[in-house]
């Protein structure tokens, strides 16, 4: 049996846009429920990071362009009512976003406001670079762990020597369960707190998948 003070805490930043991030975010539920360890949500920016560069795919432009809307509302309710309320209000952006199909538009942003209980009126951040500042700085605080070369999600966790260690990923399809996902979590800690490690890779031969 664990008690709160022997849980560790994983700090997780995500773009809710990410379908990537959002499937590793469910995988964190999944950990949360079979190791000690408690998920502490922080916002970043896939429109942040790709600031400035052309030579992306315009689709992918298009993407960024509408992605500072959502990550600018989750710094917003989080400034009004704590930082309690990013993983509720994630889930219901992810939900929508990814399982649902639903468009990145104001619409669905107020659905998932509502649906959080949180008030409709934040989605007026959305259109404003009023929380751009703070946005940027929750940003640079994972980015600056794991380097500029990597995306979301980024997770940082607390090493073997008490040292923070933090990843980029793991980016997987479908999202683990059961003691697949405990699994995984125990190797990608332990790959990732090994001195010196930094990459495993392989090809992608699937996309996302919402299961």
Same mark, same amino acid.
């Given at each position: 049996?664990?008690?709160? #003070?022997?849980?560790?805490?994983?700090?997780?930043?995500?773009?809710?846009?990410?379908?990537?991030?959002?499937?590793?975010?469910?995988?964190?539920?999944?950990?949360?429920?079979?190791?000690?360890?408690?998920?502490?949500?922080?916002?970043?920016?896939?429109?942040?990071?790709?600031?400035?560069?052309?030579?992306?795919?315009?689709?992918?432009?298009?993407?960024?362009?509408?992605?500072?809307?959502?990550?600018?509302?989750?710094?917003?309710?989080?400034?009004?009512?704590?930082?309690?309320?990013?993983?509720?209000?994630?889930?219901?952006?992810?939900?929508?976003?990814?399982?649902?199909?639903?468009?990145?538009?104001?619409?669905?942003?107020?659905?998932?406001?509502?649906?959080?209980?949180?008030?409709?009126?934040?989605?007026?951040?959305?259109?404003?670079?009023?929380?751009?500042?703070?946005?940027?700085?929750?940003?640079?605080?994972?980015?600056?762990?794991?380097?500029?070369?990597?995306?979301?999600?980024?997770?940082?966790? #607390?090493?073997?020597?008490?040292?923070?260690?933090?990843?980029?990923?793991?980016?997987?399809?479908?999202?683990?369960?059961?003691?697949? &996902?405990?699994?995984?979590?125990?190797?990608?800690?332990?790959? &990732?707190?090994?001195?010196?490690?930094?990459?495993?890779?392989?090809?992608?031969?699937?996309?996302?998948?919402?299961?």
């Amino acid at each position: 049996m664990t008690t709160a #003070d022997s849980r560790k805490i994983a700090d997780f930043w995500f773009d809710p846009i990410c379908p990537w991030a959002w499937m590793t975010s469910r995988w964190m539920l999944e950990v949360e429920q079979l190791r000690p360890v408690d998920t502490k949500w922080h916002v970043m920016s896939l429109s942040v990071l790709n600031e400035g560069r052309e030579d992306l795919p315009e689709r992918y432009k298009e993407l960024l362009a509408a992605g500072w809307g959502p990550v600018r509302v989750l710094i917003a309710a989080a400034q009004a009512h704590g930082d309690k309320v990013l993983g509720p209000l994630y889930t219901e952006l992810g939900t929508r976003f990814h399982n649902q199909g639903l468009p990145n538009n104001r619409e669905t942003i107020v659905a998932a406001l509502e649906a959080a209980g949180l008030e409709a009126e934040l989605a007026d951040a959305a259109d404003t670079d009023a929380y751009d500042e703070a946005l940027r700085a929750s940003h640079k605080e994972g980015i600056t762990l794991v380097g500029e070369d990597v995306g979301t999600p980024v997770i940082a966790v #607390d090493g073997p020597e008490g040292d923070r260690v933090a990843f980029f990923g793991p980016v997987v399809t479908p999202t683990p369960r059961g003691e697949a &996902a405990a699994r995984l979590w125990d190797g990608t800690v332990l790959v &990732a707190s090994t001195p010196g490690f930094y990459e495993i890779k392989r090809t992608r031969t699937k996309g996302p998948s919402f299961e």
